[in-house]
C-alpha cells in the first residue's frame, strides 16, 4: 500500500515563529488532507489539497503531485497552534481507504 | 447538519465484553470508515464502506466487524473486547470526488 512520510517528527517553536511541515508519499494520490490534532484528541480537517496551493489565515498549503510532496506552512505561530499534524493520503485506486502518516508534534512556546 | 456522529464518547468494557461502537452522518457520503489511534501513533484504517451494503477490511480488522444497511449508519462491533483493543477509534465520512473526509470526535475505550 502507499506509504506516507512526515518530517520532521517533533518541532519547538517560539511564539511568532515560522515553520514548514513536510508529508512525503509513495504513489499517486486522489486526496491529500492535513489535519490538527488538538490537545483534546479532535481532528480538524485544515486544508483538502491533493494538488495545488490553498491558503487559509496563517496557514498555506502546496502539493506536488508529480513529486510526491506537500508541505503545511505555519506562519506566525500562537500557542494555540501547538499539537499534532497529520498528512492523509488516498491512494489513486484506494477509494474509501485513507493513509496518515506518523504526525508532527509541534509544540510552541509563549 | 451535524457532521459524523460517534457514540459513547467513553467506554470502559471488561475482556471478552462486546459492544457496538455508533457512527452516523447527515450529509448523505457514500464513504464511510473506522480507525483506530494508539498513543503516539497515527491513526491506522480498521474497516470502509464504499456504499450501502458494501463493506472491506482495511489495516487491522482483526476483531471487528462492520454492516453498512443504510448510507447514514456505519456502526462497529467488538465481538470479544481484548486489552489490546484499547485505543481511540475515530469514524470518518467522505462525500464526492473534490471533498476530504469529515472525523467525528472519538470513542475512547479501554478494555480491562
Known amino acids: 500500500g502507499i506509504q506516507v512520510e512526515q518530517s520532521p517528527p517533533d518541532l519547538i517553536l517560539q511564539e511568532g515563529a515560522n515553520s514548514t511541515l513536510r508529508c512525503n508519499f509513495s504513489?499517486?494520490?486522489?486526496?491529500l488532507q492535513w489535519f490538527h490534532q488538538n490537545p483534546w484528541g479532535q481532528l480538524i480537517n485544515l486544508f483538502y489539497?491533493?494538488?495545488g496551493t490553498k491558503q487559509n489565515g496563517r496557514l498555506s498549503a502546496t502539493t506536488v503531485a508529480t513529486e510526491r510532496y506537500s508541505l503545511l506552512y505555519i506562519s506566525s505561530s500562537q500557542t494555540t497552534d501547538s499539537g499534532v499534524y497529520f498528512c492523509?493520503?488516498?491512494?489513486?485506486?484506494?477509494?474509501?481507504?485513507?493513509?496518515f502518516g506518523q504526525g508532527t508534534i509541534l509544540t510552541v512556546h509563549p | 447538519n451535524a457532521g459524523v456522529t460517534q457514540t459513547p464518547k467513553f467506554q470502559v468494557l471488561k475482556t471478552g465484553q462486546s459492544m457496538t461502537l455508533q457512527c452516523a452522518q447527515d450529509?448523505?457520503?457514500?464513504?464511510m470508515s473506522w480507525y483506530r489511534q494508539d498513543p503516539g501513533m497515527g491513526l491506522r484504517l480498521i474497516h470502509y464502506?464504499?456504499?450501502?451494503?458494501?463493506?472491506d477490511q482495511g489495516e487491522v480488522p482483526n476483531g471487528y466487524n462492520v454492516s453498512r444497511s443504510t448510507t447514514e449508519d456505519f456502526p462497529l462491533r467488538l465481538l470479544s473486547a481484548a486489552p489490546s483493543q484499547t485505543s481511540v477509534y475515530f469514524c470518518?465520512?467522505?462525500?464526492?470526488?473534490?471533498?476530504?473526509?469529515?472525523f467525528g470526535s472519538g470513542t475512547r475505550l479501554t478494555v480491562v
Open positions: 470518518a465520512s467522505k462525500g464526492g470526488a473534490f471533498y476530504g473526509y469529515t
Open positions: 504513489d499517486s494520490v486522489n486526496n
Open positions: 489539497i491533493p494538488s
Open positions: 492523509a493520503v488516498q491512494g489513486g485506486t484506494s477509494y474509501g481507504k485513507l493513509t
Open positions: 450529509m448523505n457520503h457514500e464513504y
Open positions: 464502506s464504499v456504499g450501502a451494503g458494501i463493506t
